[in-house]
């Protein structure tokens, strides 16, 4: 069994006052109830799309690829993750052509 190190004195050091800060924010986090924390993360997710629309493009592409197309595009969120035509298959990875 492999023996967890020490608390020492030296992980009092101001060079680690913004880990334990973010320690502290994070245990403070995962005390609210479930509910906030699922809407938190909604939220969370709204505003990172904003800036990784290609991301999105691409989840959006391979979830119409694993559900099957017929299926994801009934989905309510369809029309706002996807202002644009999803990628086209000459652009897709070589990978995701293996299973067409």
């Not at 020492?8 to 680690?16: G, K, M, N």
């Not at 809407?39 to 979830?63: E, N, P, T, V, W």
């Not at 298959?89 to 052509?97: K, L, R």
Request: no cysteine; hydrophobic share 45%; net charge positive.
């Amino acid at each position: 069994m492999t023996q967890l190190p020490k608390f020492t004195a030296a992980l009092l050091h101001p060079r680690y006052w913004l880990t334990w800060l973010g320690i502290g924010f994070l245990w403070l986090l995962v005390q609210l109830p479930y509910p906030v924390i699922f809407r938190l993360g909604k939220y969370l997710g709204r505003f990172a799309q904003l800036f990784m629309k290609r991301r999105a493009r691409i989840a959006l592409h391979d979830s119409r690829k694993a559900a099957g197309a017929g299926l994801a595009q009934g989905t309510p969120d369809t029309g706002r993750l996807l202002k644009t035509k999803p990628r086209s298959p000459q652009h897709s990875p070589a990978g995701s052509t293996a299973l067409q």
